[in-house]
């Protein structure tokens, strides 16, 4: 490296200059004066041996930061980690350890099916506020244990869980009740920004009371404020699985996150969501009401459609998560795992007697599934809202596949617009994360009525019709039994594009049921019959004329339908033709989106 110092400069100036320049860039130095041509002087860098000496070690400058790190993983004031096991919940460092494997820090962890270790790769923003209220910090004058705000009570980072890559972010409700502040906004909104560039999945554990309203400064209504959250949610949303898991009364803008997300994970006896708390309802109302029946795990499963799940403790809620994951892909336009195919519980043999012949008559559909599904695959969604039907993961030898299945053991299998809703959803995560559907078709339509025309029926069946229409992932199609009215539009039928549309022996294809259909069209000639004996068969023959016509034999013939199979032969004939057609191209119109959410 070539050097020009200023005319004048004395031999010894230039050589001390050298010297001190090689030692300090550790390259050789050239000093010219003025415009000489011959260097003045040169010096080469001095040779260094490493290690410097064998028993160097961490001095007291790390120690001090590993004291302070110790104390921040320590959490929020003392009284109020106490008061965690009054209500049956675990500490948020005691929690990533469940989650992500022993001592949280990236350690030996639970091994995963494929032998590697689950655990914590990093953690970002540990020192979050730290100036604020840690003792070490220059900015505190007089250390109070109660003000300790260690991460701004918001924790975010890596890890590998059931030997997936996953970003995650955890409140400490142990700090200002996990309430959200500008730091810990800040650190939030940096791990979604990661996800939207990593491509993995999200885990969001959340134990928050809403913003900290005592703090809102900087942090509500800016660019980068809580408003962002659910703009970046709503960008990861169908892009990766994002998973949120409730341990305690979320309220207020902490209550989007979890409906945000794709699956809402809720644990009894401790967890709830609300726009707004009690106290704030009692105050705009009048209405006096506890956190559980606001908002509670029996509101939101049952009643609001919010909760996927409910899990009986948090040792359960991360048992739900894992086995979600079987089920997904890291990210969109990846395939789901395969995992190794395994036999029904049930025998096939079986299905066309758990199918009764009577086409009013009930039965469970989960005892069809038990016999199509690989054993112990079957994961039903949102079990306890529109239980007309089910919406399910299951895998088919081995292949994940979204099942929607009506459920004639509830009101006939009718479609109500909870059912409509909670299929539409289902049936959109699914497409968003490549999963093949099958809808196992059993219902005699819609609904009619005053009750439900004001539950929005045509609102929500329009939802369901639409996202059958839009999803693009391989579908298959099985008429069960009843295919009445529009049911079978919303079921995946003929005009919706599936890959193939069978039928079992006691499926019916028709605008309505042989009885609604008798009445709609004969009821003033049946009306003239005096004799009800004669009446009474000339309505049975009536009947089985119309049935005829709707069998799904006619149908077979009239190539509506691909074909009649034997009910012990179906799952063997859905393992063929998800297998056949799991590479299937399908395109969307070229257009922005759809106007129908």
């Known amino acids: 490296m070539k050097v020009r110092i200023g005319e004048g400069a004395t031999e010894e100036e230039a050589s001390a200059v050298a010297a001190a320049l090689a030692e300090h860039l550790g390259v050789d130095i050239a000093v010219h004066v003025d415009g000489s041509g011959e260097p003045a002087a040169t010096a080469e860098p001095p040779e260094v041996d490493y290690p410097l000496d064998d028993d160097l070690g961490p001095t007291e400058r790390e120690a001090q930061l590993v004291a302070e790190i110790e104390e921040i993983l320590g959490g929020g004031p003392e ?349 959109w995560t699914c497409d968003a994360y490549e999963i093949p559907l099958l809808y196992l078709c059993d219902t005699p339509g819609f609904m009619a009525g005053s009750g439900v025309e004001k539950e929005a029926i045509l609102e929500k069946g329009k939802k369901f019709i639409y996202a059958t229409s839009s999803a693009t992932v391989p579908k298959q199609t099985v008429v069960v039994r009843k295919a009445y009215g529009a049911g079978i539009y919303a079921m995946g039928g003929p005009a919706y594009d599936p890959e193939s549309v069978i039928g079992l022996p006691s499926g019916e294809i028709g605008i309505m049921g042989p009885e609604a259909a008798i009445n709609a069209v004969y009821a003033r000639k049946l009306d003239e019959i005096d004799d009800p004996a004669e009446r009474t068969q000339r309505e049975q023959e009536l009947r089985e004329e119309y049935r005829k016509d709707i069998d799904v034999r006619r149908m077979a013939s009239e190539v509506v339908i691909d074909d009649v199979v034997p009910p012990s032969s179906l799952r063997q004939e859905l393992v063929n033709r998800f297998a056949f057609y799991e590479d299937v191209q399908k395109e969307l119109p070229d257009k922005k989106h759809g106007t129908v959410l």
């Open 79 to 427: 009284k109020y980690k106490e008061r965690l096991s009054e209500q049956g919940k675990l500490f948020v460092r005691d929690r990533l350890d469940l989650w992500f494997g022993e001592g949280g820090d990236g350690g030996p962890g639970d091994a995963d099916r494929d032998g590697a270790a689950d655990g914590i790769q990093f953690e970002d923003g540990k020192y979050a506020g730290f100036d604020e209220w840690h003792p070490d910090s220059v900015e505190v004058e007089e250390y109070d244990e109660n003000t300790r705000l260690p991460g701004d009570g918001l924790l975010t980072g890596a890890a590998t869980f059931e030997g997936r890559d996953v970003h995650w972010m955890a409140n400490d409700f142990t700090v200002k009740a996990g309430s959200m502040a500008r730091r810990g906004v800040e650190k939030f909104i940096r791990m979604q920004q990661r996800a939207l560039k990593s491509g993995n999945p999200v885990l969001y554990l959340m134990d928050s009371s809403g913003g900290r309203i005592d703090q809102q400064t900087g942090f509500f209504a800016n660019r980068e404020g809580i408003g962002k959250y659910y703009h970046n949610h709503s960008m990861l949303s169908g892009y990766v699985p994002q998973i949120c898991v409730l341990y305690g009364p979320c309220i207020a803008g902490a209550a989007y996150t979890p409906v945000f997300a794709d699956f809402t994970i809720m644990v009894e006896g401790m967890s709830a969501m609300a726009i707004a708390s009690p106290r704030m309802v009692k105050m705009v109302t009048g209405e006096e009401i506890d956190m559980q029946d606001l908002g509670g795990p029996a509101v939101h499963a049952k009643h609001s459609g919010s909760a996927d799940l409910v899990a009986a403790d948090e040792q359960e809620a991360r048992e739900y998560a894992a086995k979600l994951m079987q089920y997904l892909p890291n990210k969109a336009g990846e395939k789901p795992p395969r995992s190794e195919p395994e036999n029904p519980t049930y025998s096939p043999e079986g299905i066309d007697e758990v199918i009764p012949a009577a086409p009013n008559k009930a039965y469970d559909v989960h005892d069809l599934l038990e016999r199509i599904c690989d054993a112990e695959s079957v994961f039903e969604m949102k079990p306890e809202y529109g239980q007309e039907i089910v919406t399910a993961f299951a895998k088919i030898d081995g292949r994940p596949v979204g099942i929607v299945a009506n459920q004639p053991n509830h009101r006939s299998g009718a479609i109500f617009p909870d059912a409509a809703e909670k299929a539409a959803e289902f049936i």
